[in-house]
């Protein structure tokens, strides 16, 4: 048996389907998973589920082999985005679930997203994982199979916490929505529909070879369509999930990209008027200072935490956060919803939001003080460069300026900030900038790109 160790990454198991991740390393997963579960003394039936890439159903099979063959029953969930797997963790008698997801990678990736309870498996779980595979040592039994249909459950689930949708008027909302021919196209329009929003859909065909554009929200020219609908169509906004629906990109009525960090402004803003100040929002690193303000101003505790979304649901959970969220559009609710990141339950949820205040995305966020900032910056090096870099930018910022280094280093300027962190999922340096002017904006990114050009990276 020869297994890569670098498929085995810090959220998740992802590779290149034929070269680095075959039906073998499937197998031997559900094996090495059911191993772990045995270890930890947890015993009974695991969820299964699958988007909808070409190379998922063979993987199943293989991992679905591999888990019953050490005795574990699976309840197959069929195709589905990764939320209702999550969701069926809470709706079936299961101890754990497997996700078969490439997420935003490219169609020739896939991987899974696994968890043990309701929670992700991660960091060193995963490296666990990994030695019980390779230790080769597994239960053995005759576990059974059986299927469970999610979708329609989920739908109602939704529709009953926050539709049906509609202006104070009456009026209903227009929103167009891209699914990216992504897994998010099995579930989004009958959602959608449910929620008596006129919707406009893009791509819903599933397709998982992506033949549109690629169901990546963070990228500006995957949004594109999405942009263009909303401007021909008069649309209030427009979401668009990624490609197992997970995260969401979202565009105002003007057609004007609203990135994570706004978005989770109108999220903030809302429960912490409902619910009470006070409680703290939790927000990755590479989130704009402007949402810093706007929690303190709305009165909650913002908290910057590690980028991930094993990571900030941890942290949501120790803290006992009724929401967070990523700059990359990983939106976390557990005030009316499960602790998990869904794209799916963002979108009505942000729907709620502007159906109820009567007002458009961009009148609600038009208090908000502009910073400059650019988008989140992929700076190309490979696994060993990324964080031997890293290791040596903490120290040297350290001596010059007040730095935050819960996740890479972010450079705190006075009118600005600088952010490099090492990608847990790519071989990539990721950086992003903001100032109060694009000119300050410009010279705090030549500081911090300088040194990287000093250290032979080139950005």
Same mark, same amino acid.
């Given at each position: 048996?020869?297994?890569?160790?670098?498929?085995?990454?810090?959220?998740? #198991?992802?590779?290149?389907?034929?070269?680095?991740?075959?039906?073998?390393?499937?197998?031997?997963?559900?094996?090495?998973?059911?191993?772990?579960?045995? +270890?930890? @003394?947890?015993?009974?039936?695991?969820?299964?589920? /699958?988007?909808? /890439?070409?190379?998922?159903?063979? &993987? !199943?099979?293989?991992?679905?082999?591999?888990?019953?063959?050490?005795?574990?029953?699976?309840?197959?969930?069929?195709?589905?985005?990764?939320?209702?797997?999550?969701?069926?963790?809470?709706?079936?008698? #299961?101890?754990?679930?497997?996700?078969?997801?490439?997420?935003?990678?490219?169609?020739?990736?896939?991987?899974?997203?696994?968890?043990?309870?309701?929670?992700?498996?991660?960091?060193?779980?995963?490296?666990?994982?990994?030695?019980?595979?390779?230790?080769?040592?597994?239960?053995?039994?005759?576990?059974?199979? !059986?299927?469970?249909?999610?979708?329609?459950?989920?739908?109602?689930?939704?529709?009953? !916490?926050?539709?049906?949708?509609?202006?104070?008027?009456?009026?209903?909302?227009?929103?167009?929505?891209?699914?990216?021919?992504?897994? @998010?196209?099995?579930?989004?329009?009958?959602?959608?529909? +449910?929620?008596?929003?006129?919707?406009?859909?893009?791509?819903?065909?599933?397709?998982?070879?992506?033949?549109?554009?690629?169901?990546?929200?963070?990228?500006?020219?995957?949004?594109?369509?999405?942009? =263009?609908? *909303?401007?021909?169509?008069?649309?209030?906004?427009?979401?668009?999930?990624?490609?197992?629906?997970?995260?969401?990109?979202? *565009?105002?009525?003007?057609?004007?990209?609203?990135?994570?960090?706004?978005?989770?402004?109108?999220?903030?803003?809302? #429960?912490?008027?409902?619910?009470?100040?006070?409680?703290?929002?939790?927000?990755?690193?590479?989130?704009?200072?402007?949402?810093?303000?706007?929690?303190?101003? =709305?009165?909650?505790?913002?908290?910057?935490?590690?980028?991930?979304?094993? &990571?900030?649901?941890?942290?949501?959970?120790?803290?006992?956060?009724? $929401?967070?969220?990523?700059?990359?559009?990983?939106?976390?609710?557990?005030?009316?919803?499960?602790?998990?990141?869904?794209?799916?339950? +963002?979108?009505? /949820?942000?729907?709620?939001?502007?159906?109820?205040?009567?007002?458009? $995305?961009?009148?609600?966020?038009?208090?908000?003080?502009?910073?400059?900032?650019?988008?989140?910056?992929?700076?190309?090096?490979?696994? *060993?460069?990324?964080?031997?870099?890293?290791?040596?930018? #903490?120290?040297?910022?350290? +001596?010059?300026?007040?730095?935050?280094?819960?996740?890479?280093?972010?450079?705190?300027?006075?009118?600005?900030?600088?952010?490099?962190?090492?990608?847990?999922?790519?071989?990539?340096?990721?950086?992003?900038?903001?100032?109060?002017?694009?000119? !300050?904006?410009?010279?705090?990114?030549?500081?911090?790109?300088?040194?990287?050009?000093?250290?032979?990276?080139?950005?």
């Amino acid at each position: 048996m020869s297994i890569s160790p670098t498929i085995f990454r810090q959220y998740d #198991v992802r590779g290149i389907v034929g070269q680095d991740l075959t039906e073998e390393v499937a197998y031997n997963l559900g094996r090495g998973y059911a191993t772990l579960l045995a +270890a930890r @003394g947890i015993h009974g039936a695991v969820a299964v589920g /699958r988007d909808n /890439r070409p190379s998922g159903t063979s &993987l !199943r099979h293989a991992l679905v082999r591999g888990l019953t063959e050490c005795g574990l029953d699976v309840v197959d969930i069929g195709v589905v985005p990764t939320p209702l797997l999550y969701w069926a963790l809470h709706h079936e008698p #299961v101890v754990g679930g497997i996700q078969i997801t490439g997420s935003h990678n490219p169609p020739e990736y896939n991987g899974f997203k696994m968890c043990v309870g309701t929670g992700s498996l991660h960091g060193a779980d995963i490296q666990t994982l990994y030695r019980c595979i390779v230790a080769g040592t597994h239960p053995t039994g005759r576990g059974e199979v !059986r299927h469970a249909e999610v979708i329609d459950r989920y739908v109602r689930d939704i529709v009953t !916490r926050i539709g049906p949708i509609a202006h104070p008027d009456g009026s209903r909302v227009r929103v167009v929505y891209d699914c990216g021919n992504g897994a @998010g196209a099995l579930v989004a329009p009958q959602l959608m529909a +449910a929620l008596g929003v006129d919707g406009v859909g893009l791509f819903t065909e599933s397709d998982g070879t992506f033949p549109n554009h690629h169901p990546d929200p963070t990228v500006p020219e995957n949004l594109a369509d999405c942009i =263009a609908a *909303v401007r021909a169509s008069g649309a209030e906004l427009g979401v668009a999930f990624d490609g197992d629906a997970d995260r969401i990109g979202v *565009v105002d009525g003007q057609g004007r990209i609203i990135w994570g960090d706004h978005i989770l402004i109108l999220y903030a803003r809302d #429960v912490l008027a409902r619910t009470g100040v006070g409680q703290p929002i939790i927000f990755d690193v590479k989130c704009s200072q402007a949402l810093t303000d706007a929690i303190a101003l =709305a009165g909650g505790t913002p908290v910057m935490w590690k980028t991930g979304h094993s &990571l900030i649901k941890d942290k949501m959970k120790a803290m006992d956060a009724p $929401i967070a969220g990523e700059m990359s559009g990983h939106m976390f609710f557990s005030e009316g919803f499960y602790g998990h990141d869904d794209a799916l339950y +963002a979108a009505a /949820r942000l729907l709620r939001i502007v159906a109820d205040s009567g007002r458009r $995305i961009d009148e609600l966020l038009a208090d908000v003080p502009p910073f400059v900032a650019t988008p989140e910056i992929r700076i190309d090096t490979d696994e *060993v460069t990324k964080f031997a870099v890293m290791s040596k930018a #903490v120290p040297h910022f350290a +001596a010059t300026h007040e730095v935050i280094d819960v996740d890479g280093v972010r450079v705190l300027f006075g009118d600005g900030w600088g952010l490099l962190r090492a990608s847990n999922t790519q071989p990539v340096i990721v950086a992003r900038y903001e100032a109060r002017t694009a000119e !300050r904006l410009a010279e705090i990114r030549g500081v911090m790109e300088d040194w990287l050009q000093s250290q032979g990276v080139t950005p």
